[in-house]
């Protein structure tokens, strides 16, 4: 089934008018985009065309345009270079069986480029320009929203300080740009659990940092616990709070959801030092409609490992736009190695992740009205 949208394609076709759309020589032929949009790995390969507008101080945002994919002019001396100030989004397209393309709660999406903006000193990006500049992307590439079900147009909006300077300061010259990646699953093949590397000596973020904001910044953290992971046989690595060590967080980008036995779901509550996942508060709600009690609460980690041990907890999942829902098989640290359900994916997990693809699919109810229809 296709549901009806409850936004109106208009208003997005609308706001998608403000970018005008520049020509453009350098398409791929439609028999080359087939071949390349059949079976894609995530974010490796890129459409046709971008999104793009500039800001400066005195001028605020202008040159709203839709240009073709290609290398970008930075100064080498530009700000984001040196002093990483950058924000980002995930948000994807969705190919319906109609033939019609949808977004996931894009005006959340637009919302906390706002909320990142502004930790990062930088420019916020209007609501109505985020959700003109995917429409208008998405539309102008539609072509490249790949059909093959659980294929979809991975949108990536980003903001960054351009002007060439080497003094730190709010910046005075800034773009903005949205890409477009047709990409499989995140994980490919069959859904397998995760084993995950608990990080207890390099941290992403801590308190008063720049967790809650999806900046370049906490990734660029991330990754050198993420690869003592890797070192110890681990896929995925798991931040506890910096500044007690007791608290589980979340993945490097994907939040995470704790099953207990009698049905409650919890969940680490949003300290400040956690990114508020769009995909994390949908299927609090999805739980919920469902009659989980859904707790946000601090999850202390010896505690969350003992409830796995003695079974009170029954699954553990990640959760975020790119992957939707992993299972999480195992934990592993210096001091323990502990699985999870056997090492399969539980029944909840499994449950939760087919109705959260089904609405993003079209292929049953959307009850909250997530869908965005493009066109
Ligand atoms: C993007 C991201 C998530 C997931 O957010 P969604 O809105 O669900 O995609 C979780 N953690 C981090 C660190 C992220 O960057």
Known sequence: MTNESHHNPARLQELAQAFTVLPNENKASDARREE?????AFGQLFSDSMAHMSWTKGEGWSD???EPYAPLKLDPGASVLHYAQEVFEGLKAYHHADGSVWLFRPDANAERLQNSARRLYLPEVSIDDFLGSVAALTMQDVKWVPTRREYTLYLRPFIFASEPFLGVRAPEEVEYCVIASPSGPYFPGEIKPVSIWVENKYFRTGPGGTGYAKCGGNYAASLLGEYRGIEQGCEQVCFVDAATQTYLEELGGMNMMVVHKDGHVE???????????????????LLQDDG??????MIALDQLLEDIKSGEVTEVFACGTAAIVTPIGRFKSETF???VNGGKPGELTM?????????????IEDPHNWMWKVC
């Open 64 to 66: 709203r345009r839709i």
């Open 292 to 297: 989980h009690d859904v707790v946000e609460t």
């Open 337 to 339: 190695d502990i699985e």
């Open 267 to 285: 969940t680490p509550s949003l300290t400040g030092s956690i990114l508020p996942g769009i995909t994390r508060r949908s299927i609090i709600q």
């Open 351 to 363: 449950a939760i992740r087919n109705q959260l693809l089904g609405i993003q699919l079209g292929e």
């Open 36 to 40: 390349l949009i059949d079976k894609p």
